[in-house]
Every structure is written in structure tokens, then in C-alpha cells.
């Protein structure tokens, strides 16, 4: 629990600035999500004036997905030992001083390395805001300050669409990194002037598990690295099985490690509380369909429909705005509804949007379906983060906004290994829509069974502290 004086500080929604700071920290991870996104439409740029291969190409997202995830239970760990502030700034500069680097890059190698600097930045900052956020806020505050949160992230990857498209026609691919150093360094002034000391739990400090932290670190990566080339050689592909055995063997490593160390890096009991366990569930879903959302809406706008990367950008507004506003009002409903009713209704309202361009496979029809899929998506971001951190306490929230973020980057790496191998014959150049039609229809029917999973694992009244 917290102490009088850190109640003074953060407790009960207190901190005259606290939304002031909220607005700094999702601007922080708007910028994060949305260095997915927008790095991909740039791509192509990118390889000619590089000299890119193929792989390498995937592998400038790769490096900083890969990395990203792999690292978050690190990152949300060292801010529940360490204090989140101070891991908010490091990651906060590393993911600068990454992006400087990247867009500099003159070479291959360079660029690649700019992107594993963005990624360890990124796997810092991220847990550690949310860490924040959750401490700054309680109650129906906190429910509304996590709309808010899921909203900016939640629209990052389609705004980032548009953002791409405009940088790359316009300035260059290098700006796309460029442009996340002045947003880095207001935000870093902007916390360094609104954050309130927010110190590690009380007591003596225990050492950080840094067995355990390689031993995730590498089960992680390596279980996002095998959802990664499935989708690009198959589920049954040699690299996809071995990469997948490594994660399994690691991650029953990590667990033992857990039990046996003095201080282990988390208490496995935490995800299996009920709570946080069907917060996991909603995030890997909930980002599941919407990288499935982006990543056949992209495919079929530009390769089937004809658009270039300007209007595609263009036809996702509407997809981010309606990502934002369903996150925003599920922030505002959940203490009214309760969590396990807005889950269902979002999963189902997710389930009839991208039905739409499952059966009439036009420009139209599929820009307002994964619209309306999107506005029910952006809605289950904030009951899933609401339902696992709700009951969480200061001491753990670093850790458990960690997991909950690496249970994000699971869920778009399984998004797009799932449908990009569903659609693989709608992804040839003369593949027809047949593809696209059945991958939409799998994303669907999938909501739908996850609508009837989380009417039971959601606890039946909403999560608060």
C-alpha cells in the first residue's frame, strides 16, 4: 500500500498536474506505436536508397518489434525497483538518441542498429509510462486516464499509415525517424517540469534477477521472432519450429528460475490471478485484430484496390479516429457497464466490422466496416489494460504494465502470422480478394469465440482500487 506521503502525492487522483502528464506520456507512446507503422510505409524508399535485400527490409521492423517486446518485462521490472520516473527518461532518450541514428544511417547495418536502440528505449518507456499512469490515477480517474491512453496508442499504427505516406512523399524516409527527436525532447522537459516524486515501494530495495531477465528476454524474443517468419514461411517452416521450441524450452528455464531465485524478476502467481490474467487475454486479441486490420486493409487498398501509399494513408483516418473514440468512451462506460460487458459488446461490435469487407470486398464497404471493427477494438484496449492493472499496487505496477505490454507485441505478432498465412493467395500479385475475403472471416470469427471467453474470464464487476 502506499505511504501518507506518497498518497499526498498521487493518491486519489491529487497531483494538480496529473493530466498535464498523462498527455505527455501517451504522446510518448503515441510515438512508439506509431514508429511501427510508419516506418512500413516507408519502406520501399528506404531499400532503393539503401540497397536493401528483401530481409533486410523485414528486418528493419523485426528489429524494433523484436526488441520491443522482448525487453518489456525488463523494462516494467527495473521501474518497480529503480523508481519509474528515472526509466521513463533513459528509455525516453534512448529511443531518441535511436531515432537520431536510424535517420542519419547511411548503410544497412546502421539503420538496423538505430532500430534495436529505438526498441530497448521503447521497452523501457513504455511500462514504466503506463506505471505512471496507473499510480497517478485511481478509481473512475483512472479508467478515464486509461481511455485516454489506449486511444493514443490504440490510433498510433493507422495515423502512422498517413504520417508515412505524407513523410515519404514529401521530405524523405529519414524523416520518419527525425521527427520523433524534437516530440522526444519537449516530452522529456515537458515530465522532467510535471512528474511528482514517485519512489520504488518502501524497504529495502531487492537486486534485479538478471538470470531471469536474460532467460525472458531470450524466450521472448524468440517466441516473437518464430510468430514473425511464420507468417512469412509457414507455421511448419524449420525456422518457425526451432525458434518456437527455443521460446518453450526458455520459457520453462524462466520459470523455474522464478521459483528458485531470492529475487526473482516477477511473481508467476500474478498472471495467474483471474484479473490480470483475462487483461492479458483482451490485450492479445484486441491487438491481434487490429495488426489485422492494418495489415489486410493496407495490402488490399494498395495491391487489389489500386491506391498509392498517400491515399491509403488518407483511408485509415477514419479507422484511427474511430480506434480513438471507441477507446476514449470505453473509458467513460466501463464504470457503468463493468469490464466484462464492454469486453463482450467491443469483441462483438470488433466481429460485425470486419464481417463487412469479408463479404462486399470494395474500397467503401471495407473502409467503414474495419472502421466500425475498429471503434469496438479501441474499446477493449482500455478493459483489458483497466482489468489487469485495476487491482494492482504500487509495487507491482511496473511489472504488470510490462506484461500486459508484451502481451500487446504477442498479439500483433500472432495477428500477422495468422492472417497474412490465411490470405497468403490474396498477397500474390494476381491473387484476387479471395484471400483477403477469408482471412477477414477468420479475424470475425475469432472475435466472436473471444467474446464468449472473456464473458467468463472477466471478473463480473469492473476493476477498481
Given at each position: 500500500?502506499?505511504?501518507?506521503?506518497?498518497?499526498?502525492?498521487?493518491?486519489?487522483?491529487?497531483?494538480?498536474?496529473?493530466?498535464?502528464a498523462?498527455?505527455?506520456?501517451?504522446t510518448?507512446?503515441?510515438?512508439?506505436?506509431?514508429?511501427?507503422?510508419?516506418?512500413?510505409?516507408?519502406?520501399?524508399?528506404?531499400?532503393?536508397?539503401?540497397?536493401?535485400?528483401?530481409e533486410?527490409?523485414?528486418?528493419?521492423?523485426?528489429?524494433?518489434?523484436?526488441?520491443?517486446?522482448?525487453?518489456?518485462?525488463?523494462?516494467?521490472?527495473?521501474?518497480?525497483?529503480?523508481?519509474?520516473?528515472?526509466?521513463?527518461?533513459?528509455?525516453l532518450?534512448?529511443?531518441?538518441?535511436?531515432?537520431?541514428?536510424?535517420?542519419?544511417?547511411?548503410?544497412?547495418?546502421?539503420?538496423?542498429?538505430?532500430?534495436?536502440?529505438?526498441?530497448?528505449?521503447?521497452?523501457?518507456?513504455?511500462?514504466?509510462?503506463?506505471?505512471?499512469?496507473?499510480?497517478?490515477?485511481?478509481?473512475d480517474?483512472?479508467?478515464?486516464?486509461?481511455?485516454?491512453?489506449?486511444?493514443?496508442?490504440?490510433g498510433?499504427?493507422?495515423?502512422?499509415?498517413?504520417?508515412?505516406?505524407?513523410?515519404?512523399?514529401?521530405?524523405?524516409?529519414?524523416?520518419?525517424?527525425?521527427?520523433?527527436?524534437?516530440?522526444?525532447?519537449?516530452?522529456?522537459?515537458?515530465?522532467?517540469?510535471?512528474?511528482?516524486?514517485?519512489?520504488?515501494?518502501?524497504?529495502?530495495?531487492?537486486?534485479?534477477?538478471?538470470?531471469?531477465?536474460l532467460?525472458?528476454?531470450?524466450?521472448?524474443?524468440?517466441?516473437i521472432?518464430?510468430?514473425?517468419?511464420?507468417?512469412?514461411?509457414?507455421?511448419?517452416?524449420?525456422?518457425?519450429?526451432?525458434?518456437?521450441?527455443?521460446?518453450?524450452?526458455?520459457?520453462?528455464?524462466?520459470?523455474?528460475?522464478?521459483?528458485?531465485?531470492?529475487?526473482?524478476?516477477?511473481?508467476?502467481?500474478?498472471?495467474?490471478?483471474r484479473?490480470?490474467?483475462?487483461?492479458?487475454?483482451?490485450?492479445?486479441?484486441?491487438?491481434?485484430?487490429?495488426?489485422?486490420?492494418?495489415?489486410?486493409?493496407?495490402?488490399?487498398?494498395?495491391?487489389?484496390?489500386?491506391h498509392?501509399?498517400?491515399?491509403?494513408?488518407?483511408?485509415?483516418?477514419?479507422?484511427?479516429?474511430?480506434?480513438?473514440?471507441?477507446?476514449?468512451?470505453?473509458?467513460?462506460?466501463?464504470?457503468?457497464?463493468?469490464?466484462?460487458?464492454?469486453?463482450?459488446?467491443?469483441?462483438?461490435?470488433?466481429?460485425?466490422?470486419?464481417?463487412v469487407?469479408?463479404?462486399?470486398?470494395?474500397?467503401?464497404?471495407?473502409?467503414?466496416?474495419?472502421?466500425?471493427g475498429?471503434?469496438?477494438?479501441?474499446?477493449?484496449?482500455?478493459?483489458?489494460?483497466?482489468?489487469?492493472?485495476?487491482?494492482?499496487?504500487?509495487?507491482?505496477?511496473?511489472?504488470?504494465?510490462?506484461?500486459?505490454?508484451?502481451?500487446?507485441?504477442?498479439?500483433?505478432?500472432?495477428g500477422?502470422?495468422?492472417?497474412?498465412?490465411?490470405?497468403?493467395?490474396?498477397?500474390?500479385?494476381?491473387?484476387?480478394?479471395?484471400?483477403?475475403?477469408?482471412?477477414?472471416?477468420?479475424?470475425?470469427?475469432?472475435?466472436?469465440?473471444?467474446?464468449?471467453?472473456?464473458?467468463?474470464?472477466?471478473?463480473?464487476?469492473?476493476?477498481?482500487?
Amino acid at each position: 500500500m502506499m505511504t501518507a506521503t506518497q498518497h499526498e502525492q498521487v493518491g486519489e487522483g491529487a497531483h494538480p498536474k496529473r493530466w498535464l502528464a498523462l498527455g505527455l506520456l501517451g504522446t510518448a507512446q503515441f510515438m512508439l506505436i506509431l514508429d511501427v507503422t510508419v516506418v512500413a510505409i516507408a519502406l520501399p524508399q528506404m531499400g532503393l536508397d539503401l540497397n536493401l535485400s528483401r530481409e533486410a527490409m523485414t528486418w528493419v521492423v523485426a528489429a524494433y518489434t523484436v526488441t520491443f517486446g522482448s525487453l518489456m518485462l525488463l523494462g516494467g521490472r527495473s521501474a518497480d525497483l529503480f523508481g519509474s520516473k528515472p526509466i521513463v527518461y533513459t528509455g525516453l532518450f534512448i529511443f531518441t538518441a535511436g531515432s537520431l541514428l536510424a535517420g542519419l544511417s547511411e548503410s544497412g547495418g546502421v539503420l538496423l542498429g538505430g532500430r534495436v536502440a529505438q526498441g530497448l528505449g521503447a521497452a523501457l518507456l513504455s511500462p514504466a509510462a503506463l506505471s505512471v499512469v496507473v499510480r497517478l490515477f485511481t478509481g473512475d480517474e483512472r479508467n478515464r486516464a486509461l481511455g485516454i491512453w489506449s486511444a493514443l496508442g490504440g490510433g498510433g499504427a493507422a495515423v502512422g499509415v498517413l504520417l508515412g505516406g505524407l513523410i515519404t512523399a514529401g521530405p524523405g524516409w529519414p524523416w520518419v525517424f527525425f521527427i520523433n527527436i524534437p516530440v522526444g525532447l519537449i516530452v522529456l522537459a515537458g515530465l522532467l517540469w510535471v512528474l511528482p516524486p514517485l519512489p520504488p515501494g518502501a524497504g529495502p530495495r531487492p537486486s534485479l534477477d538478471i538470470l531471469g531477465a536474460l532467460l525472458v528476454t531470450a524466450a521472448t524474443g524468440s517466441a516473437i521472432y518464430a510468430l514473425t517468419v511464420a507468417g512469412e514461411l509457414g507455421w511448419t517452416s524449420p525456422q518457425t519450429l526451432i525458434a518456437a521450441g527455443a521460446a518453450v524450452v526458455l520459457y520453462l528455464l524462466f520459470g523455474w528460475r522464478q521459483k528458485t531465485a531470492a529475487s526473482p524478476l516477477m511473481n508467476l502467481s500474478l498472471l495467474g490471478r483471474r484479473s490480470v490474467g483475462a487483461g492479458v487475454f483482451v490485450i492479445l486479441i484486441a491487438t491481434a485484430l487490429m495488426v489485422a486490420v492494418f495489415f489486410l486493409g493496407t495490402f488490399y487498398f494498395q495491391q487489389f484496390a489500386g491506391h498509392g501509399p498517400l491515399a491509403t494513408g488518407l483511408l485509415f483516418l477514419p479507422i484511427a479516429l474511430a480506434t480513438m473514440t471507441g477507446a476514449n468512451l470505453g473509458g467513460r462506460l466501463i464504470a457503468r457497464l463493468g469490464a466484462r460487458a464492454l469486453g463482450a459488446v467491443g469483441m462483438l461490435i470488433a466481429a460485425i466490422g470486419l464481417m463487412v469487407p469479408a463479404l462486399w470486398p470494395t474500397t467503401v464497404a471495407t473502409t467503414i466496416g474495419i472502421s466500425f471493427g475498429a471503434f469496438g477494438i479501441g474499446a477493449l484496449f482500455v478493459v483489458a489494460a483497466a482489468t489487469a492493472l485495476g487491482q494492482i499496487g504500487p509495487a507491482e505496477a511496473g511489472i504488470a504494465s510490462g506484461l500486459l505490454s508484451t502481451f500487446h507485441e504477442f498479439g500483433a505478432s500472432v495477428g500477422v502470422a495468422t492472417v497474412s498465412s490465411i490470405a497468403a493467395l490474396s498477397l500474390a500479385t494476381d491473387g484476387g480478394t479471395a484471400g483477403f475475403q477469408q482471412a477477414f472471416t477468420a479475424a470475425a470469427i475469432a472475435a466472436v469465440v473471444a467474446a464468449v471467453i472473456s464473458t467468463i474470464a472477466i471478473p463480473r464487476q469492473p476493476a477498481r482500487t
